[in-house]
């Protein structure tokens, strides 16, 4: 009765560690937003390609990207996304008609061929793909879904939901969704 009992133990202890690590997913959809919280500093959640998940911008290593609304020249706002990692990370592969020509173009874009790079991903606009580069660098590419760009609470708020793909190796070929 002991040995079982001890038995059933071990294989318990076992079992509780083989969890799945969610991290490991090298595609999705997400929504980040530029809400800002407030604990004994000011922080946003990002977007880590790496973790894939939501990351304050309080932790280290932060997210990879953030969204903002630039608001300097209003009523004529936008947003953008901003990296962290002090390098040139954006390039624009284009601004297309309709989803599924957004959709097209995303699903094609097999490898990263691109040597124009900007600091920020600006304006960004639904039916547009992007490609990130991280500061190892790693390659990501983007298909803006959605955006929202208004006030809330007297303040600008913004909003965009992404599709994504993520070559965590290095290389310039990304992998299958």
Known sequence: ????????????????GCKKNDSSSTSGTVTIDNTTFQS????????SFSKAKLVSTLENPGPDITVYVNSDTPPDTWLYFQADNLNPSFSKIGDFADAGSASAAF????????????????PIAPNQVWVY??????YAKIRIISTVN???????????????VYQPD???????K
């Open 1 to 16: 009765m002991k040995s079982s009992f001890i038995l059933i133990l071990v294989l318990s202890v076992v079992l509780a």
């Open 40 to 47: 004994t500093t000011y922080y946003v959640y990002g977007f």
């Open 107 to 122: 699903d094609n874009l097999k490898t990263v061929s691109n040597t124009v790079w900007t600091d920020i991903a600006q």
């Open 150 to 164: 208004e006030t809330r609470n007297e303040h600008p708020f913004g909003e965009c939901t992404f599709e994504w």
């Open 170 to 176: 290095g290389s310039t070929t990304f992998p299958a």
């Open 133 to 138: 580069k991280t500061g190892t660098p790693c």
